[in-house]
């Protein structure tokens, strides 16, 4: 802490020593407010910025930690305690987050973090969730600020993407929901409005949906709770590259319309979880506008490649879309949550969800004004300010920053990827085509040593890769999304799962 800082504090803190001696003849201190806020700002004041500065200092130190440790099993135990009747002082609530919790946490802000597919957080984000709490504005609807900010995050999206200005977005909690959010907006187009009320029994046929085998399993559990049943998602082969066969796919559409079944909805993935592998977007397209049916496309990270002039080419036939969804937590870093749904349809969009409660009749003037509400768009009805630390994180790094910093991470893949084709221990398993590098002990064919080595990882708190099966095989899977992680950690990296690979095979687990 600088002089003058200090300088302030002191003084501040005499200040404060100052007005409760005042307050004492007044009102009692000890009387606990009838109100939540409290007694004391300025010593309120005084612990948040010590909370601020501490998660600064933790940001600032990220690279200096372990990547993941557990939490031993007192610490755990102090979490099973019984519901607190009387309240305790902030600063302590701090000190026991700084001790019992932040040591604990999953990891995803390391730049040797590889695992799924986590965004990695960032100061500014940090900062403008701050700032929506303390709003704490309900995003459901009504004419306020929050709702204009929600609309500019829509318009930004279509620009980017291609789509009208008028193209309809909802926040959500993440790309499950969205995808879920898309089959419902889907349905209701095919079978028509009336179907929010009669059912999905009163359809004459059974819906059909089209997704590649190697598409995310929320597209699955999408249709389960739409009613429609995964049984009815065909899952469409894939090519060498892992990318849906088109040609299958209009097989598969041509079968079931002879079935006496309905066909509606087509999911491109921009992006997979397991390899990064992109459809042939737009021959996913005119498959769909020939056959008449929705194509929404799951671009939870990949769709995003949109802002990065190198990466864009490869999700072309993304701006043919009938809806995407993504995530702004996953590659642009948003703090959790801030999933996105985008519509090119506003008026089926809204028809799917829009309600007629008297509660929420909009007015002609005043804050119930206003046309379109966010909760017209989705199932929610409260809903956070998730807008808030997207809009910040736009407008403090825009868009072209943003999207060097995803065209860097696969950059740093293809390093890896270098790395693991030169390694005597690893071989790679799928070709890097974004930042995905997945690979495995060469000869392991039960692919269980490399299920060994990255739990083994884990414990060291090296890094945290994790596993997914290809072709049957569980592998090691390295996803690159931190714009922290640079070249020289890979080198780390791979030196850490060698390290593990020989330490494993001579019968030892991680020191
Ligand atoms: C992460 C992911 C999802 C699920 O998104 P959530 O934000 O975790 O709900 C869906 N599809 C793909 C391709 C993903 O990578």
New binding site residues.
Partial sequence: MGRSRRLLKSLASEERALSRSRKIDRDAPDAPRADLDPADWDAFAEDAHRGLDLMIDYLRGVRQRKVWQPAPEAVRARFRAALPQKGKPLAGLIDEFEQFMLPYANGNLHPLFMG??HGAGTPVGMVADMLAAGLNANCGGRDHIAIEVEKEIALWLAEAFGFSPESSGVFV???????LVAAVVARTKTLGEPVRRGGLRAAERQLVAYASQE?????ERALEIAGIGSAFLRRIRVDAARRMDAQALGAAIAKDRAEGLLPFFVVG?????NTGAIDALDALADLSADEGLWFHV?????ALCVLSPELKPLVKGIERADSI?L?F??WLHVPY?A?FFLCRHPQVHRETFMSTAAYLARAPRGLAAADIWPCDLGPDLSRGFRALKTWFTFQAYGAERLGAVIARTCRVARHLEGLIAASTVFELCSRARLNIVCFGVKGDSSGELNREIVMDLHESGLAAPSTTRLDGRPVIRAAIVNHRTAEADMEVFVAAAEASAARLRAGRRAP
């Fill in positions: 799924w597919v909690t993440g790309t499950s929901m969205a995808n598409a995310h399993g929320s597209i993935s921009a992006g997979t979880v799951d671009g939870a990270f990949g969804a995530d937590h996953k949550d999933g």
